[in-house]
């Protein structure tokens, strides 16, 4: 079991940016591959971006491509999305994930079956 907690979430205009991060509590490069979801009232869970555990391969939900990028900082266990161009639908409370045993390809490191370890989630709101 892996320990995670987001922080970095907060208001913002559209068009704007933030940063969030995840900090795990072990090593994950290699161990774990991870994941950033989020969800918008009365919507279902959405997967946004991923990344494998090697770190070589990422994959992003359409709604984000271009504008969204994870990256794992290894010498801190930190997970991080970097979050551009920010619309009011991007309004969620996102979650950070890590799962030991990882399929890969965009449908299932997008889906938040592959994941077994989860943050508490941080709140991102985005006006107009």
């Known amino acids: 079991q892996v320990q995670l907690v987001e922080s970095g979430g907060g208001s913002v205009q559209a068009g704007g940016s933030l940063r969030l991060s995840c900090a795990a509590s072990?090593?994950?490069?290699?161990?774990?591959?991870m994941a950033w979801f989020r969800q918008a009232p009365e919507k279902e869970r959405e997967g946004v971006a991923a990344?494998?555990?090697?770190?070589?391969?990422?994959y992003y939900s359409d709604s984000v491509k271009g504008r969204f990028t994870i990256s794992r900082d290894n010498t801190k266990n930190t997970l991080s999305l970097q979050m551009n161009s920010l619309k009011p639908e991007d309004t969620a409370v996102y979650y950070c994930?890590?799962?030991?045993?990882?399929?890969?390809?965009?449908?299932?490191?997008?889906?938040?079956?592959?994941?077994?370890?989860w943050g508490q989630g941080t709140q991102v709101t985005v006006s107009s």
């Open positions: 994930a890590a799962a030991s045993r990882c399929t890969p390809g965009s449908a299932s490191m997008l889906r938040g079956s592959q994941y077994n370890n």
């Open positions: 072990v090593y994950t490069k290699s161990r774990y591959c």
């Open positions: 990344l494998s555990s090697g770190g070589s391969m990422t």
